[in-house]
């Protein structure tokens, strides 16, 4: 059961346009959620993250916006630039339950971003 | 103190051999997790460490795998009696966790073939 979903594999956009990539979860109990890069043979980099009590964060050109009543987050990255062109994970934590904040992925977007 | 360090990057055992894996985290990182990646999937979880306790185990951690972190710094995973389907990419993350902070940086992580 995939609590947390990125249904696109892939995404294509021209460079200096605006890539949006898509998350949805399912677990309520998320409240705390993460964007990752990842390039081939290397482990995920840490982008961006946003609490449950914020709407929206911003870091540059990157920016997740999070819409709880839809279970829906979704991360902006303008502009598009080559090196942007990674696979992208979704991750989601509980942490107001306390324990591991052990993070739940989705399975990735890869995004190519064409000169 | 540059990240997290894992150790070997890459492995290739044959079936049914011992394999152990390294991990050096971020030095004043009291949280380290373990996860393991397949070829079209996000990372999953495996274990988590607060300091040299382990608190949390998944499932898909067979009783063929065993992770200890001594002194609560390093931390080894280590499969026995590999199996072709142990073959993954393992990722080593620490965080400081809570107030401190959510965000888990990961290791450049070690691809394990099992032939």
């Known amino acids: 059961d995939q609590q947390v979903k990125q249904n696109s594999p892939s995404l294509s956009v021209q460079e200096g346009r605006i890539s949006i990539l898509n998350c949805d979860y399912t677990n309520s109990m998320f409240d705390y959620f993460l964007w990752y890069k990842k390039y081939p043979a290397e482990g995920p980099t840490f982008l961006i993250s946003i609490s449950s009590i914020k709407d929206k964060n911003e870091d540059g050109r990157f920016t997740v916006f999070l819409n709880k009543s839809a279970k829906h987050l979704s991360l902006h990255i303008v502009p598009s630039q080559p090196g942007d062109s990674a696979v992208y994970f979704c991750a989601a934590t509980p942490v107001t339950q306390g324990g591991s904040e052990k993070l739940v992925f989705g399975k990735g977007t890869k995004l190519t971003v064409n000169p | 103190d540059t990240g997290v360090s894992q150790n070997p990057r890459h492995k290739i055992t044959k079936r049914g051999q011992n394999v152990t894996f390294r991990c050096d985290p971020i030095s004043e990182h009291n949280r380290l997790y373990w996860y393991r990646q397949t070829l079209g999937q996000g990372p999953e979880f495996l274990t988590y460490f607060q300091n040299e306790a382990q608190l949390e185990k998944s499932r898909l951690l067979s009783d063929r795998f065993s992770a200890e972190r001594p002194k609560g710094s390093f931390s080894t995973l280590e499969i026995q009696r590999t199996e072709q389907g142990d073959s993954a990419m393992y990722l080593c993350?620490?965080?400081?966790?809570?107030?401190?902070?959510?965000?888990?940086?990961f290791g450049q992580g070690t691809r394990l073939t099992v032939v």
């Open positions: 993350a620490s965080s400081l966790g809570g107030s401190g902070g959510v965000e888990a940086f």
